[in-house]
C-alpha cells in the first residue's frame, strides 16, 4: 500500500514539473501571428508618421509638376497647334504657372520649417517647430535629410514656364539661325537704247538673322545673254563693208554677255509670323562683265581688223529688293523676290583686247557693255531657303 501511493506522488511530481515547462515555453515564445492580429505593432511617433505622409505627398506634387512642365515644353515646339488653339495655350500656361507658384511657397513654407529644426534661424516663428520636433542632434538630422529627399527638385526654386507669350518666330532663334538660299529666274535689262532679257540669272546667299526683324546676308549672282549686233550697219554703209556679210552673216554677229558678282546687303521683316515673313531690303555689290563675239574668226580689211574682240569691267551695283519666306517646315521653305539693281557710277576698272580706234566692232562691244552694267535691272526670282 504504502508502495502504490509513493509511486502515485511520484507520477504526480513528473506531470507538473513537463506541465511547468510546457507552460515556461508557451509564456516565453514569440507571439502568434494570425493575420496580423495578435503579433506585436513596431512602436511608432504619430506626428513623424503624419510628416513623413505629408512628404510624400510634397514628393507626389513635385513629379506632377515635373510632367506638368514636359508637357507644357512639347507644347511650345508645337507652332501649329499653339497658333490653332491659342486660347487653350494661354490657359495652360497660367494653370501650371500657378501650380509652380503654389509649390515654391510650399517650398520655402519647409525650407524655413527646416532651418527652425535644426536651429540654423533663429526667430520666434521657429518656436512651434523647436517644441514640437524636438529631440537629439541625429533626431534632427533624420528629419533634415528625409525633408530634403521629399523635396529633390532645386530647378523648380523658380518657374520652369514663362507667362510671356512671344511675339518672335516660333522656329529657330536668332544669330545662330544660319540660312541657305538659293534661287533662278528671269532679268530684264532696260537701257538708253537696247532692252534684253537674260537667258540665265542664278545665284545663293547666305544669311543670318541678328534679330527678330532683321538680318544680314553676303551672296553670289550670275547672269547669262546673248544677243545680235544689231548696231552694226557698217555692212551697209562703211568701206569694210565688202566681205564683212560674208564673214559674219548680214543680221551681225552675235553677242555673249556674262556677269558675275558678290553683293552684301540687309533685310526688314515686315511681319513676325512663323509662315509668312514678307521683307524689304537693299545691298551693295560688286560684279565683274565679260562681253565677247561668239564667231570670233578674224577678217580685216585695208585699215580694219575685226575677230578676237573682247570687252571686260568690274563695277559697284546698288539692289533693292521686296519679297516673302514661306515656310513649309520648320527648316525648309520658298522664297519670292523682286529686285532691282544698277551700276553705280563709272566703271572700277575696263578692259578692251583690242583698239576701237582701227576695229569699229570692239567699239560697238564697249559701248553696249557700258549700256547693259549702268541699265536698269528688274528681276523675278523664286528661291528656297534652307535653315541650319
Known amino acids: ?61 513635385t513629379e506632377l509638376n515635373k510632367e506638368k512642365a514636359k508637357d ?6 508645337q507652332t501649329d497647334k499653339l497658333l490653332d488653339s491659342q486660347d487653350q495655350y494661354i490657359d495652360q500656361k497660367i494653370e501650371s504657372t500657378k501650380a509652380i507658384k503654389q509649390f515654391n511657397k510650399e517650398y520655402e513654407k519647409n525650407q524655413r520649417k527646416l532651418e527652425c529644426i535644426m536651429e540654423e534661424l533663429k526667430s520666434r516663428d521657429c518656436d512651434p517647430y523647436k517644441s514640437l520636433y ?30 510671356e507669350i512671344s511675339s518672335g518666330p516660333a522656329w529657330g532663334g536668332y544669330v545662330e539661325n544660319i540660312k541657305l538660299l538659293p534661287y533662278a529666274g528671269a532679268t530684264s535689262f532696260s537701257g538708253k537704247k537696247e532692252q534684253i532679257e537674260a537667258e540665265l540669272a542664278m545665284g545663293l546667299r547666305l544669311e543670318s538673322n541678328i534679330n527678330s526683324r532683321f538680318s544680314i546676308g553676303i ?37 555673249k554677255y556674262r556677269s558675275m558678282g558678290l553683293d552684301l546687303y540687309g533685310k526688314f521683316f515686315i511681319t513676325n509670323g512663323a509662315r509668312f515673313r514678307p521683307y524689304l531690303g537693299a545691298g551693295l555689290g560688286y560684279s565683274r562683265a565679260t562681253m565677247a563675239y561668239t564667231d570670233n574668226q578674224a577678217y580685216s580689211q585695208p585699215g580694219y581688223a575685226f575677230g578676237s574682240e573682247e570687252y571686260k569691267n568690274s563695277y559697284a551695283t ?7 519666306e514661306i ?36 567699239g560697238r562691244l564697249q559701248q553696249l557693255g557700258d549700256e547693259i552694267i549702268n541699265a536698269n535691272a528688274l528681276s523675278m526670282f523664286v528661291g528656297a531657303v534652307v535653315i541650319f
Request: no cysteine; net charge negative.
Open 1 to 61: 500500500m504504502k508502495s502504490s501511493n509513493l509511486l502515485v506522488l511520484a507520477l504526480a511530481l513528473s506531470f507538473a514539473t513537463a506541465y511547468a515547462q510546457e507552460e515556461e515555453q508557451v509564456l516565453n515564445s514569440d507571439p502568434i501571428n494570425v493575420d496580423g492580429y495578435l503579433a506585436d505593432r513596431p512602436v511608432t511617433d504619430g506626428e513623424l508618421e503624419q510628416i513623413r505622409s505629408e512628404l510624400r505627398k510634397q514628393k507626389t506634387s
Open 72 to 77: 507644357l515644353g512639347k507644347l511650345a515646339n
Open 134 to 163: 524636438g529631440g537629439t542632434r541625429e533626431h534632427k538630422e533624420e528629419i533634415r535629410q528625409e525633408i530634403i529627399l521629399a523635396q529633390a527638385a532645386p530647378a523648380y526654386h523658380a518657374p520652369v514656364v514663362s507667362t
Open 219 to 255: 551672296g553670289f549672282n550670275f547672269a547669262q545673254l546673248k544677243t545680235q549686233d544689231f548696231a552694226n550697219n557698217g555692212f551697209n554703209n562703211q568701206p569694210y563693208n565688202q566681205g564683212y556679210a560674208g564673214a559674219y552673216g548680214a543680221s551681225g554677229r552675235e553677242i
Open 318 to 324: 546698288g539692289t533693292i529688293m521686296a519679297g516673302s
Open 327 to 362: 515656310m513649309i517646315t520648320p527648316g525648309f521653305g520658298i522664297n519670292l523676290e523682286a529686285a532691282y539693281s544698277t551700276g553705280l557710277g563709272n566703271s572700277l576698272s575696263s578692259e578692251n583686247s583690242k583698239n576701237p580706234f582701227n576695229s569699229p566692232d570692239q
